[in-house]
């Protein structure tokens, strides 16, 4: 697995080493760029943790570089570093899925609990995404009869049901409803219909 940085986007050199200063003494792993465009050059999609952007910066802007990241894909957690006159602009990119914006002047502490948020949501959304892998691996085991079967379950009918429904007989339904609970790692109907719920969220 990938480890997971804070990623320091400023182009201000004392503001970056500050951070990563603070980041590092509260335990925080984190990477520092120059620049929106030195950061979309080394981009990758599995990169894991979070951004803290200044939303003002000579050459991209954060609000730009943002938009390229949204474009690309990029899930990670922004977090904007915002002066007074950009609150508007800042409120805006949250409209647009960004995750926070801090106000300089910033409380040190503000920023770290900020960040430990942000990269505490992004390896939720992983741990997420690899149940929902999970789940479709165990789907993509179940044979054309048995997805015909689940079908029926989900939809709450009864084995006598399901099996008049498909012309086999009941001891077939059971036979293959407990193939299907055994692939899906569930225990009942119940089950199932919950994790395959989650997995449409």
Known sequence: MNPAFAHIIDDDDAIRDALQWL?????????????????LAAWQAEWQGCIVLDIRMAGM??????????????RLPVIF???????PMAVAA??????????????????????????????ER???????????ARL???TQREREVMDLI???KYNKVIADELSISMRTVEAHRSRIFDKMAVRSAVELVQILTDLRD
């Open 81 to 87: 570093i915002t002066g007074h006159g950009d609150v």
């Open 140 to 142: 993509a085991t179940l």
């Open 23 to 39: 980041f590092k003494t509260r335990n925080v792993a984190c990477r520092a760029w120059e620049g929106g465009e030195q950061f």
């Open 61 to 74: 802007s954060g609000l730009e570089c943002f938009d390229a990241l949204l474009a690309r894909g990029c």
């Open 154 to 156: 989900l939809a709450g």
């Open 126 to 136: 992983l741990r997420a995404a690899a149940g929902r892998e999970a789940i479709e």
């Open 94 to 123: 949250l409209k647009k899925g960004a995750f926070h914006f801090i106000e300089k002047p910033f409380n040190d502490h503000d920023l770290v609990e900020l960040v430990e948020k942000a990269l505490a949501l992004d390896a």
